[in-house]
């Protein structure tokens, strides 16, 4: 969402997947990975209109010509694990958000539209950071540049090209 504001400043942190969450008894729960339209006759919770996640969720799908018609709408990302965790249906949730509920939640990938949520630091241009705001920024820009020449590194010496 950062990008879509004026007067911020953004820095890309890392892209995290969009993942189906299911819970772990379900058919699907055993699948490496899926196309959206394998899951549209599935039980679909889905995340309150409006919010970050539910934005790039809607417009993605529309633009591959996918339509999921959620079962039941509820207000964040925790919400929508529980109801999975109960057993209520699906959902799809970025990679690192399903790790909350992991016991009783399987995630798997889905494809046809590859969905990604870009993560990332933002700030307002509009005035400076104090010294010790300024200090925890640099420090998490350092760590952000490290980690992403971690993970690009190893596919560069591989020829994998990016």
Avoid: Y
Avoid at 7 to 22: N, S
Avoid at 45 to 62: K, N, Q, S, Y
Avoid at 98 to 115: C, K, N, Q, W
């Amino acid at each position: 969402m950062g990008l879509q504001e004026t007067g911020l400043e953004f820095h890309p942190f890392c892209d995290e997947r969009i993942m189906l969450a299911v819970p772990r008894d379900h058919r699907l729960a055993k699948r490496d990975s899926l196309r959206w339209i394998d899951v549209l006759d599935q039980k679909f919770i889905a995340i309150a209109r409006g919010t970050p996640v539910r934005v790039l969720l809607d417009f993605e799908l529309a633009r591959s010509g996918a339509h999921v018609a959620p079962e039941c709408e509820v207000g964040n990302l925790h919400a929508a694990l529980h109801c999975v965790a109960a057993g209520l249906g699906i959902t799809a949730v970025p990679e690192h958000t399903g790790s909350v509920l992991g016991s009783r939640i399987e995630l798997v990938h889905l494809t046809d539209p590859r969905i990604v949520v870009q993560r990332g630091l933002v700030r307002p241009l509009s005035r400076e950071l104090r010294p010790a705001a300024k200090g925890f920024w640099d420090c998490l820009l350092d760590v952000s540049h490290a980690l992403t020449a971690q993970s690009v590194a190893p596919h560069l010496r591989r020829g994998v090209s990016q």
